[in-house]
């Protein structure tokens, strides 16, 4: 299709590589990506539940590998780049602090005074400055195209340039290597960013219904898995709840997917794009939801927002996680020493992120562990 991105035609590397004559440049940058240190920390770090929790509850990983596999799939039926889809799926979420957007917050509080904390800002800077695996350079060094999708997750950021706010990493690389920040990405992009909302509103329903949080009856009403329920109900009387659940969260999938795809058409169609730039200045996203099921989607986000993302299960972890983050930074801003020499002989706003990198970096074990060391008595440290 003309307006999908052609590894041919990518804009290339930061630092010149020669090509791989077995894999594209966008596949490297997939296989890049799944093999970096930052990749497997995914799996300590949770998406609602703590890792610890349960064997079976989602992860940062297994999220991120649910949102590859479903950029795959739609930018397969809608004839884009499946591998540039597939490495924006998997990367999406390679910034996200320990204990998810909890443990981001609040590492953005302690960061206020040195220019903030944002995830996705946190993803560039890994994947760009803060990986170490190549001798010729610091990061990935994966293709602009992928770069792209990072910056702009949640869409073109050009109010904040004007304002002179743009995080630290954002600011720093599209300085070096303009992003075009006024526009929107690809539709690889989009098809990426799109699958997170797919993948977390569909499997945060599965974890809530594991844990307790409610039940199928509580589901009925709902615009989007209440017809589903129904239609089951009909075609298997009696359905074991472990199957209904699966099979609920398995047609949720599709439908919201085929959605996706039918209104996608439609907006391509309109926008009748002649390459990928034409995608970049539609003015809006040629990728979405139907308005009928984006209605339905902000009901079911209500619905977990109230029974899921503020059950009392989770506002009793909340406190807790607060502290840790805040103990853990404040402490290390005072004795850089427990952490790493390197920290020891950085100052002010160059000290604090450093010590944001660090803490970032970690797991939710990790990061308890440590606030477990430095802050409960022991005659002797843990190791």
């Known amino acids: 299709m003309p307006y999908a991105c052609h590894p041919d035609e990518s804009r290339g590397r930061f630092h010149f590589e020669k090509d791989d004559g077995s894999r594209t440049c966008f596949a490297r940058d997939r296989d890049r990506i799944i093999h970096s240190g930052a990749f497997r920390k995914m799996q300590f770090r949770c998406q609602v539940f703590l890792s610890m929790e349960g064997d079976y509850y989602r992860t940062r990983l297994t999220h991120s590998i649910e949102v590859g596999q479903i950029a795959r799939s739609l930018a397969r039926g809608l004839g884009l780049n499946e591998d540039l889809a597939e490495a924006a799926g998997l990367a999406h979420d390679l910034g996200h602090a320990p204990f998810g957007h909890t443990g981001?917050?609040?590492?953005?509080?302690?960061m206020q005074p040195y220019g903030g904390f944002d995830h996705n800002d946190?993803?560039?800077?890994?994947?760009?400055?803060l990986e170490k695996r190549y001798a010729g350079f610091d990061g990935l060094?994966?293709?602009?195209?992928v770069i792209e999708s990072l910056a702009k997750h949640n869409g073109p950021l050009l109010?904040?340039?004007?304002?002179?706010?743009?995080?630290?990493a954002t600011s720093a690389i599209d300085a070096a290597w303009p992003l075009e920040l006024e526009t929107w990405p690809s539709a690889e992009a989009q098809a990426a960013a799109i699958?997170?909302?797919?993948?977390?509103?569909?499997?945060d329903i599965d974890d809530g219904l594991r844990a307790g949080f409610f039940d199928f009856g509580d589901l009925g009403d709902l615009g989007l898995a209440g017809p589903i329920l129904e239609s089951i109900g009909k075609e298997w009387p009696g359905l074991a709840q472990i199957r209904l659940r699966h099979e609920m969260i398995r047609r949720m999938i599709a439908r919201l997917v085929s959605d996706v795809a039918g209104e996608s058409r439609r907006r391509i169609e309109a926008a009748a794009p002649q390459g990928v730039d034409d995608i970049r200045a539609a003015?809006?996203?040629?990728?979405?939801f139907s308005e009928g099921m984006q209605a339905q989607i902000d009901e079911l986000r209500r619905f977990l927002f109230e029974k899921m993302y503020r059950n009392l299960h989770?506002?009793?972890?909340?406190?807790?996680?607060?502290q840790v983050i805040r103990d853990l930074f404040s402490?290390?801003?005072?004795?850089?020493d427990c952490l790493s020499p390197e920290a020891s002989v950085l100052q002010g706003a160059e000290r604090a992120r450093f010590i944001a990198d660090a803490i970032a970096g970690m797991t939710d074990r990790s990061a308890l562990e440590d606030h477990d060391q430095l802050f409960h008595s022991y005659p002797y440290p843990k190791v």
């Open 159 to 168: 109010p904040l340039a004007e304002g002179g706010n743009l995080p630290s």
């Open 195 to 203: 699958s997170d909302d797919i993948a977390y509103n569909s499997h």
């Open 104 to 110: 981001g917050d609040v590492l953005d509080e302690c």
């Open 314 to 322: 989770v506002n009793r972890l909340r406190p807790k996680i607060q």
């Open 283 to 288: 003015g809006r996203p040629v990728i979405a």
């Open 122 to 129: 946190h993803a560039l800077r890994l994947v760009c400055f």
């Open 141 to 145: 060094n994966l293709s602009w195209e």
């Open 331 to 336: 402490l290390y801003m005072e004795n850089p």
